[in-house]
């Protein structure tokens, strides 16, 4: 138990790192073009950061998943990293991810 809630510590403490500093120009090559909209970590990546920051969270939020047993590589959810357009169950699967995410950083309950 301990182990898990160290690993949600580090990835939010990594998500925030990687949030912080400053936006991008609306006509910047980096600007995502998929997830402009919501309120998740990858979309508040983006606003931050663009691709690469976006990139660098869903790297992390992927690694986090499959160590609670989701099968999940890029291109399970991205037909190319040219623009980084989503598969068709691309959406879903997503929402998986973030399912997961959020049974690991409810507290335990007893």
């Known amino acids: 138990m301990l182990r898990s809630f160290l ?5 939010g403490l990594f998500v925030t790192a990687t949030l912080a ?3 991008r120009a609306a006509d910047d090559p980096n600007a995502c073009k998929i997830a402009k909209d ?9 606003k931050a950061g663009g691709i690469k ?3 660098m969270v869903m790297k992390a939020m992927s690694k986090a998943v499959k160590e609670k047993g989701m099968k999940v590589e890029c291109d399970s959810c991205h037909k ?10 691309g959406p879903d699967k997503f929402k998986k991810m973030e399912a997961l995410m959020k049974d690991e950083a409810a507290p335990a309950k007893k």
């Open 7 to 11: 690993k949600t510590i580090t990835l």
């Open 21 to 23: 500093g400053p936006g």
């Open 38 to 46: 919501g309120d998740n970590d990858i979309v508040k990546a983006c």
């Open 53 to 55: 920051r976006a990139k």
């Open 80 to 89: 190319n990293e040219e623009d980084w357009a989503l598969t068709k169950d």
